[in-house]
């Protein structure tokens, strides 16, 4: 048998970015179907029986100046602000002129809750949800929902784009899906993206007065953000298998019944945990989970549901869900994983309830260092705008 090692030697150039879709060399021609579709004009489309505080519906009135005006738009709100109602007016004049929307968001996790609120406000419009995970064909609809990642396959597809979590990974410094977010608005359409924490660029373009933006400083049931309590561990936090004072605290919520979310930098770190809770604490009832957990959405589900007391998660849960009236606790809030913005966004899961406005968060950290205190100040700062 013959090699031709000429051939095996060749270099052949391959995009890395978009590995995980396969492989594709200089060589290969990409064919993109056309994006044009006659879709019905809506009118009255809304159901949803809700209302928009002030600050709100100013920003949803805002968000309609930049649809007619095709210019691209960011909400900055805290966590909790209610950013996916604001939308609601949006949608409802996207689909009376018949035009097309996608609502995305880096997370599967963030798709999936969106979707029976959006569905619930809208139940005659059709609308897909489109992700990575998902078994369902592909089929055209009026609104879509997907994951980020979903944008490479469209072509100047959608007259309105909204990101959300613009901030989050994998979307965050990701040249090839941002260009995709570019490549699936149409020229005349415009992009809204919403954020928490927005990234630095973002910020930029409304100081040049490229993009126009809302801010929100206030959460929809009108309460402060919670502000974390912070808490000196002095000890590891697998000190004798789980630190004295983290299992004083869990012994506490335990007996009052409390559910609870436990914040981990690292899956080896949260799953040691876990075992050593299952060994200390035997009556309670938790999940753990994990961006390399496939049963995630299933253990997310059974904690919302009630079916378990406490989850144990990494940073996959620190933006993107609602749970309601829980505590929040970070564990060695000091590591590398835990950014500012993290931290800021994991103390929004608490709180999110009108009845339950005053959950607790809790950081325990051997080292007070800037993340924690830049984190705790902005949440301090924000809630201060509010009393202004």
């Known amino acids: 048998m013959t090699i031709d090692t000429e051939n095996i030697k060749a270099k052949i150039d391959y995009c890395r970015s978009c590995i995980n879709f396969g492989k594709i060399t200089k060589g290969d021609r990409l064919i993109i179907s056309p994006s044009e579709a006659v879709l019905p ?38 966590t909790g602000a209610g950013k996916t109602e604001m939308i609601f007016p949006l949608i409802e004049k996207v689909v009376a002129q018949g035009k097309r929307i996608a609502i995305c968001s880096p997370r599967i996790d963030v798709c999936i809750e969106l979707y029976p609120r959006i569905q619930a406000a809208f139940p005659e419009v059709s609308i897909g949800l489109f ?23 469209f072509e100047q597809a959608f007259d309105v784009l909204v990101i959300d979590e613009v901030d989050s990974y994998p979307l ?48 929809f049931h009108t309460h402060p953000l919670p502000e974390p309590e912070c808490h000196m561990l002095f000890r590891p936090s697998d000190h004798k298998k789980i630190n004295i ?17 436990l914040f981990f930098p690292r899956i080896p770190q949260m799953l ?25 959405l299933d253990k997310v589900d059974q904690f919302r549901n009630g079916d378990a007391q406490a989850i144990l ?17 970070v564990i060695d809030a000091d590591a590398a994983e835990f950014s500012k913005t993290a931290l800021i966004q994991i103390a929004g899961r608490a709180g999110r309830d009108q009845e339950y406005f005053d959950d607790e968060v809790h950081f325990y950290y051997q080292s007070y260092n800037r993340q924690i205190k830049q984190a705790c100040s902005e949440i301090h700062y924000l809630n201060r705008q509010v009393k202004r």
């Open 245 to 261: 004072r983290l299992k004083w605290k869990i012994n506490q919520l335990l007996k009052n019944g409390e559910r609870f979310m």
């Open 272 to 296: 040691q945990f876990s075992s050593n809770l299952r060994l200390l604490f035997p009556n309670l009832k938790f999940v753990d989970v994990s961006s390399k957990d496939d049963a995630r």
């Open 131 to 153: 992700h990575g995970r998902s078994e369902a064909q592909y089929s055209l609809t009026q609104i879509v929902l997907a994951t980020v990642h979903q944008l490479v396959k």
């Open 41 to 78: 004009c809506l009118t009255d489309a809304m159901q949803w029986n809700g209302r928009l505080t002030t600050m709100q519906q100013k920003a949803a009135e805002e968000l309609i100046v930049a649809f007619d005006n095709h210019t691209d738009h960011l909400v900055w709100a805290v």
């Open 313 to 329: 998660t990494t940073t996959i849960l620190e933006r993107g869900v609602t749970f309601k009236h829980i505590i929040v606790i």
């Open 172 to 219: 965050a410094g990701n040249e090839m899906l941002n260009a995709a977010i570019q490549k699936a608005q149409k020229n005349s359409g415009n992009t809204v993206y919403l954020s928490a924490t927005p990234p630095k660029y973002l910020v930029k373009q409304v100081e040049t007065k490229n993009i126009t933006i809302s801010k929100l400083y206030q959460r």
